[in-house]
């Protein structure tokens, strides 16, 4: 069974399109996370949500809006999509949101804007 | 605010030799100390994680870290590596206060040798 699942894994787009990537966890954790991976691999956190609560919000441009319909799911939408938002994203999940926890990371999703 | 930095980005090493990945972190605050492996095409999984005790931790696969708090660095070795342990290693903090935050280095890839 698949612990952390996203869907789509491979998204290519267009400039100014507007797109959605979903992501459910089946571990039974009430915290889960989006997490962006640059071209040079650079893994930078996004978001994290505890039981559908936002509870960090990095410095992300507000096209980029999370949503959590219940603590086993975290997707993320994005408006008006840019050239530089190509990357890969991981969603992740942990037990808890209190630091030491291990976050378990999905496959990924491949987002190629052209 | 923390960072972390990875000495190499890229390390060679020949099948059964041993291996050492560097890892420095710069933290105003103390951290937990993690270690999490990429296999190709694939999201992140654990190493190996330190949060307090005995200096030494153990993870899995045979890798093993050392905790140095004076030189702020936590380096991670394995006595002998397998053409399996090709993959990318990443090596992260998150602040012991606050809601779990972590903070990647740029991975170093580990390319094993026949």
């Known amino acids: 069974d698949t612990a952390v699942s996203q869907t789509p894994k491979y998204l290519v787009t267009q400039m100014g399109n507007d797109k959605s990537i979903k992501c459910e966890q089946n571990l039974g954790h009430d915290t889960m996370y989006w997490y962006k991976q640059d071209s040079k691999k650079f893994l930078k956190i996004m978001f994290s949500?505890?039981?559908?609560?936002?509870?960090i919000n990095e410095t992300v441009p507000n096209r980029f809006s999370p949503k959590s319909p219940d603590k086993a799911h975290l997707n993320l939408h994005i408006n008006s999509l840019e050239l530089g938002d190509s990357a890969v994203y991981f969603c992740a999940s942990s037990q808890g949101t209190v630091p030491g926890y291990e976050q378990y990371f999905g496959p990924g999703t491949r987002l190629t804007v052209t | 605010a923390q960072s972390v930095t990875q000495l190499d980005s890229q390390v060679p090493v020949f099948e059964e030799a041993p291996v050492e990945l560097r890892c420095n972190y710069s933290s105003s605050v103390s951290v937990y100390l993690f270690w999490y492996v990429q296999y190709p095409n694939q999201g992140l999984q654990l190493l190996l994680k330190y949060l307090s005790g005995s200096t030494l931790v153990k993870g899995i696969n045979g890798f093993e870290a050392e905790f140095n708090k004076s030189q702020t660095s936590f380096h991670l070795r394995k006595p002998s590596v397998h053409i399996s342990d090709t993959a990318e290693y990443f090596c992260a903090v998150s602040p012991l206060q606050g809601a779990q935050k972590l903070v990647f280095g740029q991975g170093t890839r580990l390319t094993i040798n026949p």
């Open positions: 949500y505890n039981n559908k609560e936002l509870i």
